[in-house]
């Protein structure tokens, strides 16, 4: 152990000498190999298991202001992956953003809203049951899907934004290798998924505040470099028959992970960033998605969620390994986003220990499918990729308990008791 200490010591001082633009590609593999218990499953096939990781430390100055220092293992933003549900994150900040732009009294993330069809295989929404006020709003679908990663909620946010916003703004947020293209397990694609449905929102006493057109992308946003996208052996149709040949993933999302924590770098630290390349995004609203994004479901009332179904850790990959057994107190929180789906699992993460003072950052991508057939439901999740977030999490937690700090950071910010409840 002594001999690792001194180890990643030597690789700490080493990368304080980098500039901001290098990142340590040796310092993960050492960490790795350093615990065989836990990591040499992935560590003999880190390719089967399509294993990439951006670990990023933080450090304070006598101000409070943080600096980073990043560590990546296989990070490749030409190697894809399935993103999953991480793209509802970008999609629920520049829903706020698109709110703050249209500066209309009377609405906000909060305001009562249907939404209507106008294309083929579009859906209508004119109630939500699992808020209180019984209708739906900008607001409740956020809560939804950033608690529980609610696949419908994301849906809304994302025909609200619109496709063509959606990627401009990824562009602009600085965004090299991510596309949000595709509504989420509905088999969004081709000409569906480039239309919008329209909105209408409504003030408390049933008037028309707002009304949104319906929406069309012509766009493409093609990543001509993108590899591996043609994955396995064979794959499970809609008529659950075995159709023996590769699946693709052309066309449908992408997200990076130093896109990922790019993201999520900047929702959590705007101050880093100069005022021109932070998100349109009030106090209140950072407040409201740091909130929700690090609560366990049955901290919020509203919706109200069963705990057998939706367990306290059940969005948190990282660190807590979605582990059924764990109540955790909330003194170690996890500020994310996970995807989860065909195989893969992926956690963008800030973790936090308020009564150790540690933070750091660390966005993950680890896959097992061993049959190589694709949308059978068949996944090692349990066994190897669950696991292996949660030892990732839990050492790399260890390593900062021991890790020297000039300064002990000020969480305060981050220590959200609560947020008033408006409608919902």
């Known amino acids: 152990m002594k001999a690792l200490l001194i180890l990643l010591a030597a ?32 560590l003999n096939h880190p390719d089967k298991n399509q294993v990439q990781i951006l670990y990023t430390q933080i450090d304070r100055d006598q101000s409070n202001k943080p600096t980073f220092t990043s560590y990546s293992y296989r990070v490749d933003p030409n190697w ?22 249209l500066n209309i009294p009377e609405l906000n993330k909060f305001t009562w809203l249907e939404i209507d069809s106008a294309f083929d295989k579009q859906t209508k929404v004119t109630e939500d049951l699992t808020s209180t006020s019984g209708k739906p709003s900008l607001a409740h679908y956020i809560k939804k899907s950033l608690l529980v990663s609610d696949n419908d909620a994301h849906n809304r946010l994302f025909e609200f934004v619109g496709r063509n916003r959606l990627n401009r703004r990824l562009q602009e947020s600085g965004t090299k290798n991510s596309r949000i293209v595709n509504r989420l397990a509905v088999g969004d694609s081709g000409i569906h998924s480039k239309h ?18 319906p929406q069309f992308d012509s766009l493409d946003y093609n990543f001509p470099n993108l590899n591996h996208v043609i994955q396995g052996q064979a794959y499970m149709n809609d008529q659950d028959e075995i159709i023996h040949e590769p699946w693709s993933f052309e066309n449908l999302n992408v997200f ?28 209140e609203d950072y407040e409201f998605i740091y909130y929700y994004m690090s609560r366990f479901p049955q901290e919020v009332e509203s919706p109200a969620y069963d705990k057998e179904d939706y367990w306290p850790t059940y969005s948190k990959f990282i660190y807590f390994g979605r582990d059924k057994s764990l109540s955790p107190n909330g003194t170690i ?5 996970y995807g989860d789906s065909y195989g893969y699992n992926i956690d963008n993460s800030y973790i936090v220990d308020f009564e150790n003072n540690i933070e750091f950052l660390l966005t993950v991508v680890v896959q097992s499918n061993e049959n190589g057939v694709y949308n059978d439901g068949i996944y090692e999740y349990e066994t190897v990729t669950y696991p292996f977030l949660k030892n990732l999490g839990k050492t790399i937690y260890e390593y900062e308990l021991k890790r020297q700090k000039k300064n002990h950071p000020d969480l305060s910010k981050f220590k959200l008791r609560g947020f008033k409840e408006v409608l919902n």
Do not use: M, W
């Not at 994150?89 to 709110?99: D, M, Q, R």
């Not at 449905?197 to 057109?213: H, R, S």
């Not at 990076?256 to 106090?283: A, G, M, V, Y």
């Open 11 to 42: 690789f700490c001082l080493k990368a304080t000498f980098t500039s901001a633009q290098e990142t340590d590609t040796v310092f993960i593999q050492k960490f790795l190999e350093s615990h065989p218990e836990y990591f040499q499953h992935i």
């Open 80 to 101: 894809y992956f399935y993103p999953a549900s991480t793209v509802k994150l970008p999609t629920v900040i520049f829903a706020l953003e698109k709110i703050n732009e």
């Open 196 to 213: 919008s449905n329209p909105f209408c929102f409504y003030n408390e006493l049933g008037a028309v505040i707002y009304k949104q057109k």
């Open 256 to 283: 990076s992970i130093e896109d990922q924590q790019l993201i999520l770098k900047k929702l959590l630290f705007p101050e880093s960033f100069p005022e021109h390349e932070r998100f349109n995004l009030t106090q």
């Open 333 to 337: 929180r996890s500020f994310n986003k």
